[in-house]
């Protein structure tokens, strides 16, 4: 007896190779079977799900939700369960000093999963900028904080902004690098400062110093300190970084996605990692609408659909090193479901230069499945 079926949706699992026309049984918070042939008889409550497209939670890996704190955070369940997306990650709303109150004020509220990377600056991003030297970092309080919450904090945050970049320049990521090798973690690199200072040099010196696992957060920018020579062609760092396993992240946020560098990316055989939003309350429905919305620009950028499935689901997992309980409908994981439909027309995308893309194909959520419970989802906005 399953306590939910979903039926007859093309369910796409790119961590397990599934795609195609099946069933999806779930019990106590589970998935229990994927497969064809699931009886209603043997089912609590019946989802139809045909014409519809089934796949793992959806992970949006880069957000900010720390609520009421910070000035742009965004409630959880806004960007997460109620936009077809069953788990967030925070990318270093909060530091040392102000992350307890994110487990106890914000996250017991949400019903979406919340997992956080923490920033390298003691009070996080309750004001901008947040950092300018030395004395702005907590060394031993940041890898503490680390080692006291591991079951949600699952990175360290750095951005490469100024004023601190020119005040510290290959030293701040090199003491970032301390405190994430300390704490077990890897690091999240921030790189083009939206405020238009030129750091494509320090670029350059610090993506050696990035290890497999680290992250590249807004790899497709081209705010200065782009991963892109003048020519138009790759910084080879960068291409050795993207070889040896640094992940590449969109976080398209007001600034970080460019269709011209994501266009001269691609054609020279650069894929993101993970596709992510960066939303904010600063942004939301006016750069950035949804995770669904900033997949479906991938679409028309020429990306398929089992690409830009894998890059929300099992590659974000995988990258905060959850892919054993996240990402996958694996028998026996967690049941976080995304269901979602597939609008087709005719659609213009923008990117944050404001420069726009044509596109026959919007992703839209119908609805979430959360530790086994039926949510109805609702589109935030279509651009």
């Known amino acids: 007896m399953y306590d939910l079926v979903i039926r007859g949706g093309r369910v796409i699992d790119p961590a397990q190779?599934?795609?195609?026309?099946?069933?999806?049984?779930?019990?106590k918070g589970h998935i229990a079977t994927v497969g064809e042939g699931l009886k209603e008889e043997d089912a609590a409550q019946v989802i139809a799900a045909q014409g519809k497209?089934?796949?793992?939670?959806?992970?949006?890996?880069?957000?900010?939700?720390?609520e009421a704190v910070t000035s742009f955070g965004l409630a959880p369940d806004r960007v997460g369960v109620n936009a077809g997306v069953t788990t967030v990650v925070d990318a270093g709303s909060a530091g040392s000093e102000t992350f307890p109150g994110l487990p106890r004020f914000v996250l017991p509220q949400s019903r979406t999963s919340v997992f956080?990377?923490?920033?390298?600056?003691?009070?996080?991003?309750?004001?901008l900028p947040e950092m300018r030297d030395w004395n702005d970092i907590d060394y031993e309080g940041t890898v503490a904080m680390a080692q006291a919450y591991p079951n949600l904090i699952k990175g360290i945050k750095v951005r490469v902004v100024e004023p601190?970049?020119?005040?510290?320049?290959?030293?701040?990521?090199?003491?970032?690098?301390?405190?994430?090798?300390?704490?077990?973690?890897?690091?999240?690199?921030?790189?083009?400062?939206?405020?238009?200072?030129e750091g494509r040099s320090l670029t350059k010196e610090f993506l050696p110093l990035l290890d497999s696992g680290d992250i590249l957060s807004h790899c497709f920018t081209c705010k200065p300190g782009n991963v892109l020579q003048?020519?138009?062609?790759?910084?080879?760092?960068?291409?050795?970084?993207?070889?040896?396993?640094?992940?590449?992240?969109?976080?398209?946020?007001?600034?970080?996605?460019?269709?011209?560098?994501a266009r001269r990316m691609l054609g020279q055989g650069i894929l993101p990692d993970t596709i992510s939003t960066d939303l904010a309350a600063l942004n939301i429905g006016g750069t950035v609408f949804s995770l669904?919305?900033?997949?479906?620009?991938?679409?028309?950028?020429?990306?398929?659909?089992?690409?830009?499935?894998?890059?929300?689901?099992?590659?974000?997992?995988?990258?905060?090193r959850e892919g054993h309980r996240?990402?996958?409908?694996?028998?026996?994981?967690?049941?976080?479901?995304?269901?979602?439909?597939?609008?087709?027309?005719?659609?213009?995308f923008k990117d944050s230069e404001t420069q726009s893309l044509k596109g026959q194909m919007l992703l839209k959520p119908v609805m979430t499945i959360k530790d086994g419970i039926p949510i109805s989802a609702f589109q935030t906005g279509t651009g």
Not at 334 to 345: F, K, W
């Open 17 to 27: 190779g599934v795609d195609g026309i099946t069933d999806i049984g779930i019990s």
């Open 53 to 66: 497209i089934v796949v793992p939670g959806l992970v949006d890996f880069h957000v900010h939700v720390y």
């Open 116 to 127: 956080c990377f923490l920033h390298i600056c003691r009070t996080g991003l309750c004001h």
């Open 164 to 197: 601190v970049m020119w005040n510290m320049g290959l030293e701040l990521i090199r003491l970032s690098k301390r405190i994430a090798k300390e704490a077990a973690l890897p690091l999240m690199v921030h790189v083009g400062d939206p405020k238009g200072v």
């Open 230 to 261: 003048p020519d138009g062609s790759l910084m080879p760092e960068f291409r050795e970084a993207a070889e040896r396993g640094v992940v590449l992240d969109i976080a398209r946020g007001n600034s970080g996605l460019s269709f011209d560098v």
């Open 292 to 320: 669904l919305h900033t997949v479906s620009a991938f679409l028309a950028l020429g990306l398929s659909l089992n690409q830009v499935i894998e890059m929300t689901t099992i590659n974000p997992a995988n990258a905060m």
């Open 326 to 348: 996240l990402g996958s409908l694996k028998d026996g994981m967690p049941a976080n479901v995304s269901i979602l439909e597939m609008g087709e027309g005719d659609w213009e």
